[in-house]
């Protein structure tokens, strides 16, 4: 599935209060709309395997610690404006790898959930297959792969055909 996010969807998530669980900027960047929409969606697991992908000093990943076992696939390198510096925070396990590398370390079949929040706009098109099938290996049969995906389309007065060629070259791999 494919979907982008309204504001009026957005709004009701802020409203529901769930940020208040979640370490964000107390403003509503994109960033914070971003982690909105991951924490509403999985908010309520419970007892499941849970990577981010690319979460380099997570907001999220903290309380989905709580209940749940959660590990951080990062190289921290730097990658789209992304840390060099490892955040050791407790309950969260760091993997030094980017998805698409086929690491040992990442079992296949061992994760009930995977996520992104603004990874694979950076990922060059050429591994987008790799960061797939990397993720479908490791994904439990019913387990769900979720990205967020940062995209600026222009008003309808400018072209758009190469944002939009690019939002479509990636969600032709997520159906």
Same mark, same amino acid.
């Given at each position: 599935?494919?979907k982008?996010i309204?504001?009026?969807?957005?709004?009701?998530i802020v409203?529901?209060?769930?940020l208040?669980n %979640?370490?964000?900027?107390p403003? #509503?960047? &994109?960033?914070t709309?971003?982690?909105?929409? +991951?924490w509403? &969606?999985?908010?309520?697991? =419970? /007892?499941?395997v849970? /990577?981010?992908i690319? /979460?380099?000093?997570?907001r999220v990943? *903290?309380?989905?610690?709580?209940?749940n076992t959660?590990?951080?696939?990062?190289?921290?390198e /730097?990658s789209g404006?992304? *840390?060099? @510096?490892?955040?050791?925070q407790?309950?969260?396990?760091n993997? !030094?790898c980017?998805?698409?590398?086929?690491?040992e370390?990442?079992? @296949?079949?061992?994760?009930?959930?995977l996520?992104s %929040?603004?990874v694979?706009? #950076?990922? *060059?098109s =050429?591994?987008?297959k790799?960061l !797939?099938?990397?993720?479908? $290996? +490791?994904l439990? *049969?019913g387990? =769900?792969?979720?990205h967020?995906?940062?995209?600026?389309?222009?008003?309808?007065?400018?072209?758009?055909?190469?944002?939009?060629g $690019? +939002?479509?070259?990636?969600?032709? !791999?997520?159906?």
């Open positions: 599935m494919f982008f309204t504001k009026h969807e957005f709004w009701n409203d529901s209060g769930c208040n %979640i370490s964000h900027y403003d #509503h960047r &994109l960033k709309v971003e982690d909105a929409v +991951i509403n &969606l999985i908010m309520d697991s =419970k /007892g499941l849970i /990577g981010e690319g /979460g380099g000093n997570s990943l *903290p309380a989905l610690a709580k209940t959660c590990l951080n696939i990062d190289k921290f /730097g404006n992304g *840390p060099t @510096e490892v955040d050791t407790s309950k969260i396990k993997v !030094f980017d998805l698409g590398d086929f690491s370390e990442l079992e @296949e079949n061992s994760f009930d959930i996520f %929040i603004s694979v706009e #950076h990922i *060059p =050429k591994n987008l790799a !797939f099938d990397d993720s479908i $290996r +490791i439990k *049969p387990g =769900k792969l979720i967020i995906i940062d995209t600026a389309l222009k008003d309808s007065s400018c072209d758009n055909s190469n944002e939009a $690019r +939002i479509f070259e990636i969600a032709s !791999f997520m159906n």
